[in-house]
């Protein structure tokens, strides 16, 4: 094999547009698709002997972003890019701290894909200084606030937890105020400190802190 040939494993469970990639990659003279993937179980199997992988970080069995370093134990040197339709920076940096190189949209022109590969192997990243520098910035900001919101979940009184397992039963306030045994205006107090422990702006705000941090069980036994 040409050692300039670029080999590539594609990891993206929607199989239709997995396939029409390989199939344009393959075209190009310096590329090789050695293995394709559809799910995190299957991409684990196929990690050595890759110089670039384009992984889509929303795979059915979790997320994509956890093949990045086990990549890098396989194949010392190889390219992860993300390839997701997703606009969200969040996630994106969270992925850029696990070691991707760079995001490739799905929205992209198809010679665009062609010449972001290009351009991490030869590079080694579609990203610069700064954008390196403030997605890294995002993803530790993200990650405080996560663990603040953690501990401030820990903090919570009963009553604070049922206001929120009536909100993941979409309950209002006065369906919650009479649960708890309380007039309207003590659980609307209730209600304003719980958000501002958890820091959340909105009753759904706060509803999802609670519901990433096992707060709320959405299908309760009767």
Same mark, same amino acid.
């Given at each position: 094999? &040409? ?8 990891? *993206? &469970? $929607? $199989?239709? /547009?997995?396939?029409?990639? @390989? ?8 590329? /090789?698709?050695?293995?394709? @993937?559809? %799910? ?7 990690? *050595? ?17 956890? /093949?990045? %370093? +086990?990549?890098? +134990? @396989? %194949?010392?040197?190889?390219?992860? !890019? ?17 070691? =991707? =190189?760079?995001?490739? $949209? #799905? ?20 990203? %610069? ?5 403030? !997605? ?14 953690? =501990? ?8 604070? #937890? ?11 306030? #006065? *369906? ?6 309380? =007039? ?10 719980? !958000?501002? #422990? ?5 009753? /759904?705000? @706060? ?5 990433? $941090?096992? !707060? ?7």
């Amino acid at each position: 094999m &040409d050692s300039g040939t670029t080999k590539i494993l594609l990891v *993206e &469970d $929607h $199989h239709l /547009l997995r396939q029409a990639l @390989a199939e344009i990659l393959g075209r190009e003279r310096d590329f /090789l698709v050695v293995a394709q @993937a559809g %799910s995190l179980a299957e991409a684990r199997g196929l990690l *050595e002997g890759v110089d670039v992988a384009i992984v889509d970080p929303g795979l059915p069995d979790g997320d994509g972003t956890e /093949l990045i %370093s +086990e990549l890098r +134990e @396989a %194949s010392p040197g190889c390219i992860a !890019l993300i390839m997701t339709a997703s606009l969200d920076r969040t996630r994106f940096a969270r992925a850029v701290e696990a070691g =991707a =190189a760079g995001m490739i $949209h #799905k929205a992209s022109y198809l010679q665009e894909v062609i010449d972001a590969v290009r351009r991490a192997r030869a590079e080694g990243t579609l990203l %610069s200084t700064g954008q390196i520098i403030e !997605l890294m910035g995002l993803a530790s900001s993200q990650r405080d606030r996560a663990a603040a919101a953690r =501990a401030a979940a820990e903090r919570l009184t009963p009553q604070e #937890k049922e206001i929120l397992q009536g909100l993941g039963q979409g309950l209002g306030n #006065k *369906e919650i105020a009479r649960r708890l045994g309380v =007039a309207i205006d003590t659980e609307r107090n209730y209600m304003a400190t719980l !958000l501002t #422990k958890l820091g959340a702006r909105t009753r /759904l705000q @706060a509803l999802v802190i609670a519901i990433r $941090h096992g !707060l709320v069980d959405l299908h309760p036994k009767d």
